[in-house]
């Protein structure tokens, strides 16, 4: 069960043509001293089992050790640095070990040492039968840990249903170098538990492994009390460094997960790694995850880090409702008839034992190791930085992040078996322009206002593939060379081949650059650095990470991560792991589209600047794929309408932007200002132009209405407008009449990524102008978290609470009718409150949830009416926001706005009190055009409210006539006379007033809401 995977790492073999070991740095990186697998030499003597090897370049000797599980592999210890080369030869020889491993074993106890360290463990076997002891006493694989000779810390136990049966231990690698224990537990009939504990010379860490087949509920469970109760943790962040958190310990909190990956720190308290510390010494205990990608049930596979109280001695009480052991009291004011304190405070180190896989460090370290003394003289790593700049690197790195980086993201042993050096490409099959690539781009490199000449682009990118190289592996790991600062490197692929075939580099330039495109290749292939596929719930079950991740992955990192390999492929096709490359790419971009694309509609999962950044990545690579005769992408069904989704995302010409058009910024991001996208347009047409003329050429029309001023090699034909579903989005009003084309966009869907807190808003634009939007027109503010939040979208909202619609799907809406045509085209979307957002990713669940329901209905091309139906009592709200310059006329207060021209006007209907205009919101990245003001709406005591949207031309002297009778609404206006009747609150019964015409709409399905 466990031997099988014991030497997954790799296995460094003999060259072929010498007999040496051959092991050659080639990144220019430094590797701390550590221990390597390696093919033992055939001249050593099968009898010994501590020998040498010499480096017959240097005289050097490194000490090894023969494999006993494995005769034929032998570890080795060795320290690497930059550009250094061993050539080894074995030799009869025991050189002294640095802080070499030792077992001891004294009345009873098994205590494992390097001198850095000490842990006692189990050796032996234990039946349940024998022993007649509960599983809280059975034996664990560790059963205490110091550092250095301080004191013993922590206790251990299973925490199971079925009773821990048998279990047995066993040393299957003794040695100085390397000492390697197994563990296997039987729990009841059918379980199990497994863990290998590498205990290595020198070493900071002691390496666990385990494997385990549970009930759902089963931990093992590492106790920290008493003396040895942690005052702080310090948690991997996004940093070089890490975040300390003080602890207390009233009330049961959980304070991090260990996690196979949590996307740079990103995603819901999921960590890297943390370590703790206790008031009397200077003690470290802590766990890095190493190789995250070999991690299984990974949405039930956490080693959490917990506060608890427990009744005294009583360890099944540790997961008893917290409320019920919040009995400290921790004030010096007592009253001496009240009872003490009865629980007791804990640490808790949790690991479920479900099903799956666990790989991390258990780090036992000095505080003063954990970081640089002059760890904060520099400036934090920021996560978008172009230059290198090493020595600030390694003045910040922790210890913890150098363990995850550098021993379990990217280790020594997956870099050796790697290929740095191969014959240069032959030129491709599409000849190379005499003008380089950087120039034709539509927005070209330039700096200072001056395109780059050759020898600056050569600089300018070899500096960014050191800062991608080095800052990951000295700094803050994969949140510095992240994948949204990385794109840029599948483009620039085009760039240095180009500049390869001009002769444009120099020996040296050529070969690191090569190489360090080949680390990073590696990297991004490498599901430590991004669990890809189960990301996508691609292979395994087992390997998911939904739903407890909390969130979709931002898919727009994995295409960038995957991408690039992708173009290596076809521009260093000649490297012995492009064809791995390349079947990485015709995987996952498949199943991009297969997992994260709605079928109807074709929009992509996230928001419109996530859409087209994906699209941007890519592009380019399904390009050359087409052009070296891989396929051709562009011929898809799926991937037209992919692409054909833009379209469906497209507003009129809009005066607040130049009078272009654009993607309505649906979701967390306004409206891309610099035309960064534009050219995807162009590009797509011309690419889909010979299977789908008709997509090619409304992609035209929309390039040339987007301010596009470069000709089109095809004809352009503009795009129907008409209402319309957009499956994951909402509903999209989309009329036209004398004044215009109009866009009102009723947002309700399961597009989850980067929309946040949106459901149910508005955004509504008409007669060349936008004049209902997102706060600040979603750019980011002064008020910065507001454009997160519910009350910084045009939407409904309860007073008192921020609605949560993210992080689980469930939290999101739907849209559950709607009808386009008539004279009375809606669509009413369903918003429930499940939970209430207390900060960004933090939650409060609802005890009862709050049903909405927003029913938008088209009365005339310039004229909605909005419905809000809820089935609450407390305070609630209805909120606009509003440009500063546009002209508003509210509850038909007061003069029209302007002498002419059009205006908007909002006018209550039914239920709602006195508006209230709010301070101004100014964004802190646009100017000052993109400023909005918010008109709220408090709710009287009803259950369902209505209000009248539309923009009028003041020079038309429009009338608006507003009669009351018993449940009865007559509206009448120039072009619109309707009546509504509102008598049962759950349905609206609406009369074309000229027309005769009847419409019954249903504002609630209680069947939608199970």
């Known amino acids: ?99 070499a491993t030792t077992l001891s074993r004294n009345d009873g106890q098994n205590i494992v040492s390097n001198g ?67 563990f296997q537990a039987r729990i009841g009939v059918e379980h199990s538990y497994s863990a290998r504990l590498t205990f290595d010379a020198d070493a900071d860490y002691i390496g666990v492994d385990e494997d385990f087949e549970g009930d759902s509920s089963d931990q093992l469970v590492w106790d920290f009390s008493g003396e040895d109760l942690p005052e702080q943790i310090h948690l991997l962040d996004s940093t070089a460094g890490f975040t300390t958190q003080p602890l207390h310990y009233f009330f049961d909190r959980r304070l991090a997960r260990l996690a196979c990956w949590n996307q740079y720190s990103q995603l819901h308290d999921f960590s890297d790694g943390y370590a703790l510390t206790f008031a009397q010494n200077d003690d470290v205990i802590g766990c890095v995850a190493l190789k995250g990608g070999d991690w299984n049930g990974n949405s039930h596979n956490f080693l959490e880090a917990w506060a608890r109280r427990w009744f005294p001695g009583d360890p099944t009480s540790r997961r008893i409702p917290p409320e019920a052991k919040a009995d400290a009291a921790p004030s010096l004011e007592k009253i001496s008839g009240r009872p003490v304190n009865l629980c007791e405070p804990h640490f808790s180190l ?58 379990g993201m990217f280790p020594l042993a997956d870099q050796l078996k790697l290929c740095w050096s191969w014959p240069q490409e032959k030129a491709p099959v599409k000849p190379i322009d005499a003008s380089p690539p950087w120039e034709r781009d539509d927005e070209p490199l330039s700096t200072d206002g001056q395109l780059l000449s050759t020898p600056q682009r050569v600089e300018q990118m ?50 690191q650059g090569r190489a360090w495109f080949v680390f990073l290749c590696h990297l991004f292939s490498s599901d430590h650095y991004y669990p890809g596929a189960a990301s996508m719930n ?195 009003f989309r009329t036209q009449d004398d004044r215009g084309e109009s866009l009102m966009v009723l947002r309700c869907g399961n597009a989850w990524a980067h929309h946040h807190n949106d459901e149910g808003s508005l955004q509504y634009i008409y007669a ?78 609802l005890r009862c949830p709050i049903l909405h329901w927003r029913c938008v209905v088209q009365l005339a091309p310039s004229a909605f009416l909005i419905l809000d139906r809820s089935n609450t009592s407390i305070p609630q709200e209805t909120h606009f926001h509003v440009p500063t310059d546009a002209p508003v006329l509210i509850d038909n207060a007061g003069p029209v706005p302007l002498d002419k ?42 259950a369902l409210t209505a209000l009248l949207v539309m923009v009028e031309t003041a020079d038309l002297a429009p009338t608006l006539s507003v009669q009351y009778a018993d449940d009865c609404i007559s509206i009448h206006h120039s072009g619109l006379s309707a009546q509504l009747d509102f008598s049962t609150p759950e349905k609206i019964n609406l009369l074309h007033s000229q027309t005769g015409h009847r419409s019954t709409i249903s504002l609630a399905d209680t069947s939608q809401t199970k």
Not at 692 to 714: K, T, V
């Open 538 to 732: 691609l292979g395994d079950p087992g390997k998911r990470l939904e739903p407890t991740m909390a969130g979709m992955a931002n898919q727009n990192f994995f295409t960038d991560i995957f991408n690039m390999p992708g173009m290596a492929a076809q521009i260093f096709h000649s490297h012995p792991d492009a064809i791995a490359w390349r079947q990485r790419f015709t995987q996952m971009w498949p199943r991009q589209l297969e997992y994260h694309v709605y079928p109807q509609s074709g929009v992509w999962e996230e928001s419109h600047t996530y859409f087209h950044h994906v699209l941007q990545t890519v592009l380019p690579t399904l390009e050359r794929r087409h052009e070296d005769g891989v396929e051709n992408s562009f011929v898809e069904p799926t991937f037209q309408r992919l692409v054909a989704s833009l379209l469906k995302m497209l507003t009129p010409r809009d005066d607040c932007f130049g009078g272009k058009r654009h993607p309505v910024a649906l979701g967390d991001h306004g409206v891309d200002l610099k035309d960064i996208y534009r050219p995807l347009y162009r590009r797509l047409a011309h690419l889909i132009s010979e299977s789908n003329p008709d997509l090619a050429s409304q992609l035209g029309w929309a390039y040339l209405e987007m301010g596009g001023d470069r000709s089109l090699s095809i004809e352009s034909k503009s795009m129907t407008w008409q209402n319309e579903y957009v499956q994951g989005l909402g509903y999209f």
């Open 901 to 942: 021209g059009p205006y908007l006007r909002i006018h209550p209907l039914l239920g709602l009190m006195p508006v209230h205009i709010k301070a101004t919101d100014r964004p802190t990245q646009a100017d000052e055009r993109f400023a909005t003001r918010e008109i709220c709406y408090a709710w009287k005591e009803c």
């Open 116 to 182: 850095k360290w000490s842990a006692e463990i189990f050796l032996g076997e234990w039946l349940a039968e024998k022993n007649g002891a509960p599983s809280f006493h059975a034996p664990t694989p560790f059963r205490r840990l110091r550092v250095k000779n301080g004191f013993w810390r922590g206790s251990f136990f299973f925490d199971v249903r079925q009773p821990v049966q048998h279990i047995t231990s066993t040393v299957i690698e003794p040695g100085p170098l390397r000492i390697v224990t197994l």
């Open 462 to 511: 070899l500096e960014f593939l050191a800062a991608r190289v080095f800052g990951f592996w000295e700094g803050s790991g994969s949140a510095y060379t992240n994948a949204v600062v990385s794109r840029r490197l599948a483009h620039d692929l085009i760039d240095w081949e180009w500049l390869a075939d001009k002769g444009h580099f120099t020996q040296e330039q050529y070969r």
């Open 350 to 407: 949790e690991g479920w034992l479900h099903r799956g896989r666990r790989i991390f460090a258990l780090v036992l370290a000095s505080r003063d190791s954990l970081r640089p003394a002059d760890w904060n003289a520099a400036p934090p790593l920021g996560h978008f930085e172009s230059e290198s700049d090493r020595p600030r690197y390694r003045q910040q790195q922790s210890l913890l992040r150098r363990i995850h980086t550098q021993h």
């Open 1 to 99: 069960m466990a031997n099988a995977s014991f030497f997954a790492e790799p296995v460094l073999k003999p060259d072929p043509a010498t007999g040496h070991l051959v092991i050659r740095e080639s990144c220019g990186l430094d590797h701390a001293r550590q221990i390597l697998t390696v093919a033992c030499p055939a001249d050593v003597p099968q009898e010994v089992q501590v020998f040498s090897f010499r480096n017959l370049k240097t005289g050097v000797e490194l000490p090894a050790q023969r494999s006993q599980q494995n005769p034929e592999l032998a570890f080795v210890q060795i320290e690497l640095r930059s550009s250094e080369e061993y050539q080894l030869v074995a030799q009869d020889h025991s050189p002294d070990v640095l802080h």
């Open 768 to 845: 060349g102008r936008s004049w209902i939007v997102d706060s600040a027109f979603s750019y980011p503010q002064e008020t910065a978290p507001r454009k997160f939040r519910a009350d910084g979208h045009s939407r409904w909202a309860p007073r008192d609470l921020d609605p949560l619609n993210y992080l689980w799907q469930f939290n999101r809406g739907w849209i559950t009718r709607h009808q386009g045509d008539g004279p009375f085209p809606y669509a009413v979307a369903f918003t429930p409150i499940y939970m209430a957002e207390t900060s960004v990713q933090q939650y409060i669940p």
